[in-house]
């Protein structure tokens, strides 16, 4: 689709394209001058003050769905989109309460360079950190989606074609990730995040005015069709907000997204636990304020504003309201969280490869010693190495935006949430949680998932779960079924030894109990 | 405000509440979940994760 874009809107995209680009290439030798090891390109550990780490952690969960998807939804639905865009941050957020600070400890103890590769030192588990890196990789599909969106915003707002897009797209994500790792990553999604919180607050003072409207936020409910008001919660013809059980699944599901490799990895680069609460306070501020971007969505529909796309619909409310410097400013911003998103994808990817799979299985299994630093420039080379790759293949599989991206992108983000979320959310609250209760739950919830929604959805049978069409509502079926399985039976199998379990839970004791027995 | 919206849904259901204040409500739960889990949970969480260590090494000795 080729909107018709004024040509002084053209104009200042790219000028502020132009600095965007130098700025985040400032960013990145920024963060190249900070990765000297093999850890430091993948966690960026210790690296960051809690601000920081909370503008970028909420950056890469607000992805191109926050800034195109969910407005495009209200565009669409209307105010009941509402229950989706602050419904999941919710769950997201209330996760990271749950997880961050265990995730923290535990990595730094034992040196955990990835979400697969804690569960693996968490529970003792070569195999469980093999099996969570595997299904790590469908998270290709999550990069895919987002090279998607950022091909689609050249086109809307620089009048671009998407295929040229895409490519601009991953060249930028190579230039400063390739060199800067999880420190490039980190440092240009912050300023990213602030740069999405601005966006935010004029979008609520443009509803909350009822910009383009008189009579202010009444008026704006006014305007829209009476299904699409706020008073309609639901719609029985739409699976995502078919009833109340469904959105509240949603919230479930969210609640296992922060088991999400390119997340859970953030925690590692905070500079020392004592910071966790002001993190986990900071990021859950803002990780609630910026899906209010609906709002704009519900606006766009109110103002009447006709358009193919719906998920261009903040893209074309600016152009259609505010003066040509400032869309083009606000068009590149959104771009800008779309990469933010890509970037600590592509970022954790290549840890599958380079840590996971090589420095913590393959190097042990030949013999070899994965500490070495022979081995760490290795992995640090195969980092950046997959990522040339993995960012190439992802923006070669996207030139015709596959048919079943939204299907394949859930195979990943549904699949990791099911799987991964009993291991790591009752594994931090349950010590006794045991390492065969972890890998069964890992494996039955997978399976709970693609039965009753990946089956079905890729047409290889008639679905018998009724909402077998909500990705949301089968993912968080899969979680509970995966804390469930974890929890039973952890009651009837061989819980870790208590060395161990002290190792994981009280370093301070374990070493204290080392230094007797030295003595 | 929000405890008498609260009301209003527990005897009403969600018919006389619109969805910006549905989200109001659970936005401002949410906010007081986050104030309860930093303020107390956190602190009681690590004394557990202790004591836990030390029930079980003392269920060791005897």
């Given at each position: 689709?080729?909107?018709?874009?004024?040509?002084?809107?053209?104009?200042?995209?790219?000028?502020?394209?132009?600095?965007?680009?130098?700025?985040?290439?400032g960013?990145?030798?920024?963060?190249?001058?900070?990765?000297?090891?093999?850890?430091?390109?993948?966690?960026?550990?210790?690296?960051?003050?809690?601000?920081v780490?909370?503008?970028?952690?909420?950056?890469?969960?607000?992805?191109?769905?926050?800034?195109?998807?969910?407005p495009?939804?209200?565009?669409?639905?209307?105010?009941?989109?509402?229950?989706?865009?602050?419904?999941?941050?919710?769950?997201?957020?209330?996760?990271?309460?749950?997880?961050?600070?265990?995730?923290?400890?535990?990595?730094?103890?034992?040196?955990?360079?990835?979400?697969?590769d804690?569960?693996?030192?968490?529970?003792?588990s070569?195999?469980?950190?093999?099996?969570?890196?595997?299904?790590?990789?469908?998270?290709?599909?999550?990069?895919?989606?987002?090279?998607?969106?950022?091909g689609?915003m050249?086109?809307?707002?620089?009048?671009?074609?998407?295929?040229?897009?895409?490519?601009?797209?991953?060249?930028?994500?190579?230039?400063?990730?390739?060199?800067?790792?999880?420190?490039?990553?980190?440092?240009?999604?912050?300023?990213?995040?602030?740069?999405?919180?601005?966006?935010?607050?004029?979008?609520?003072?443009?509803?909350?005015?009822?910009?383009?409207i008189?009579?202010?936020i009444?008026?704006?409910?006014?305007?829209?069709?009476?299904?699409?008001?706020?008073?309609?919660?639901?719609?029985p013809?739409?699976?995502t907000?078919?009833?109340?059980?469904?959105?509240?699944?949603?919230?479930?599901?969210?609640?296992?997204?922060?088991?999400?490799?390119?997340?859970?990895?953030?925690?590692?680069?905070?500079?020392?636990?004592?910071?966790?609460?002001?993190?986990?306070?900071?990021?859950?501020?803002?990780?609630?304020?910026?899906?209010?971007?609906?709002?704009?969505?519900?606006?766009?529909?109110?103002?009447?504003?006709?358009?193919?796309?719906?998920?261009?619909?903040?893209?074309?409310?600016?152009?259609?309201?505010?003066?040509?410097?400032?869309?083009?400013?606000?068009g590149?911003?959104?771009?800008?969280?779309?990469?933010?998103?890509?970037?600590?994808?592509?970022?954790?990817?290549?840890?599958?490869?380079?840590?996971d799979?090589?420095?913590?299985?393959?190097?042990?299994?030949?013999?070899?010693?994965?500490?070495s630093d022979?081995?760490?420039?290795?992995?640090?080379?195969?980092?950046?190495?997959?990522?040339?790759?993995?960012?190439?293949?992802?923006?070669?599989?996207?030139?015709?935006?596959?048919?079943?991206l939204?299907?394949?992108?859930?195979?990943?983000?549904?699949?990791?949430?099911?799987?991964?979320?009993?291991?790591?959310?009752v594994?931090?609250?349950?010590?006794?949680?045991?390492k065969?209760?972890?890998?069964?739950?890992?494996?039955?919830?997978?399976?709970?998932?693609?039965?009753?929604h990946?089956?079905?959805?890729?047409?290889?049978?008639?679905?018998?779960?009724?909402?077998?069409?909500?990705?949301?509502?089968?993912?968080?079926?899969?979680?509970?079924?995966?804390?469930?399985?974890?929890?039973?039976?952890?009651q009837?199998?061989?819980?870790?030894?208590?060395?161990?379990?002290?190792e994981?839970?009280?370093?301070?004791?374990?070493?204290?109990?080392?230094?007797?027995?030295?003595? | 405000?929000?405890?008498?919206?609260?009301?209003?849904?527990?005897?009403?259901?969600?018919?006389?509440v619109?969805?910006?204040?549905?989200?109001?409500?659970?936005?401002?739960?949410?906010?007081?979940?986050?104030?309860?889990?930093?303020?107390?949970?956190?602190?009681?969480?690590?004394?557990?994760?202790?004591?836990?260590?030390?029930?079980?090494?003392?269920?060791?000795?005897?």
């Amino acid at each position: 689709m080729m909107l018709q874009i004024d040509s002084t809107v053209v104009t200042w995209g790219w000028g502020f394209l132009v600095a965007y680009i130098a700025m985040i290439l400032g960013l990145g030798y920024l963060g190249y001058k900070r990765t000297e090891t093999q850890d430091d390109y993948a966690t960026a550990r210790g690296g960051f003050g809690f601000l920081v780490l909370a503008l970028a952690y909420a950056a890469t969960v607000a992805s191109g769905s926050t800034f195109m998807g969910i407005p495009g939804l209200a565009y669409g639905m209307g105010f009941k989109a509402g229950y989706y865009a602050m419904i999941y941050p919710i769950g997201i957020y209330i996760g990271v309460l749950f997880v961050a600070r265990i995730t923290k400890k535990v990595g730094d103890r034992f040196g955990s360079q990835s979400i697969p590769d804690f569960l693996g030192d968490r529970y003792q588990s070569p195999l469980l950190r093999v099996l969570a890196a595997l299904i790590g990789l469908f998270l290709l599909f999550y990069i895919m989606a987002q090279v998607t969106a950022a091909g689609w915003m050249f086109e809307t707002i620089l009048g671009l074609e998407y295929g040229t897009g895409i490519w601009i797209a991953g060249a930028l994500l190579l230039v400063y990730l390739t060199a800067g790792g999880s420190h490039a990553d980190i440092l240009t999604d912050a300023v990213q995040g602030a740069i999405m919180i601005g966006v935010t607050i004029l979008i609520v003072v443009m509803f909350a005015t009822g910009w383009g409207i008189d009579g202010g936020i009444s008026a704006v409910n006014g305007a829209l069709p009476s299904d699409m008001g706020w008073n309609s919660h639901t719609d029985p013809e739409n699976p995502t907000f078919a009833n109340w059980w469904v959105i509240f699944l949603l919230f479930i599901a969210h609640i296992g997204f922060t088991a999400q490799p390119h997340l859970g990895n953030k925690f590692f680069a905070i500079k020392g636990s004592q910071y966790m609460k002001k993190f986990m306070t900071a990021a859950a501020i803002v990780g609630i304020a910026l899906p209010l971007m609906f709002l704009g969505g519900v606006l766009g529909r109110a103002q009447g504003i006709q358009i193919d796309n719906p998920d261009a619909i903040i893209p074309m409310l600016f152009v259609e309201n505010l003066p040509a410097v400032l869309a083009a400013f606000l068009g590149v911003a959104i771009l800008s969280a779309i990469i933010s998103t890509a970037d600590g994808l592509i970022i954790a990817i290549s840890q599958i490869f380079a840590n996971d799979l090589y420095r913590k299985t393959y190097v042990p299994w030949s013999g070899g010693d994965p500490t070495s630093d022979r081995v760490n420039q290795r992995a640090l080379w195969i980092s950046r190495i997959s990522t040339v790759v993995v960012t190439i293949a992802a923006v070669a599989a996207v030139r015709t935006p596959p048919q079943y991206l939204s299907i394949l992108l859930w195979v990943g983000i549904g699949g990791i949430i099911s799987a991964y979320s009993g291991p790591y959310l009752v594994g931090t609250f349950r010590e006794e949680t045991s390492k065969t209760a972890a890998i069964i739950a890992f494996v039955v919830a997978f399976g709970v998932y693609f039965v009753i929604h990946l089956g079905p959805q890729f047409g290889l049978y008639e679905g018998w779960y009724p909402y077998n069409q909500n990705p949301f509502a089968s993912t968080g079926i899969g979680l509970i079924i995966s804390c469930m399985v974890t929890y039973i039976v952890s009651q009837f199998t061989e819980p870790l030894p208590t060395s161990h379990l002290d190792e994981v839970f009280r370093p301070e004791r374990q070493a204290s109990t080392d230094k007797n027995s030295d003595d | 405000m929000v405890s008498y919206l609260l009301i209003l849904i527990l005897i009403h259901g969600c018919s006389l509440v619109n969805v910006l204040q549905v989200l109001a409500i659970t936005t401002t739960a949410y906010l007081l979940f986050v104030a309860f889990w930093i303020l107390k949970m956190e602190d009681y969480l690590e004394t557990q994760e202790e004591d836990g260590g030390k029930i079980r090494n003392d269920r060791t000795k005897t």
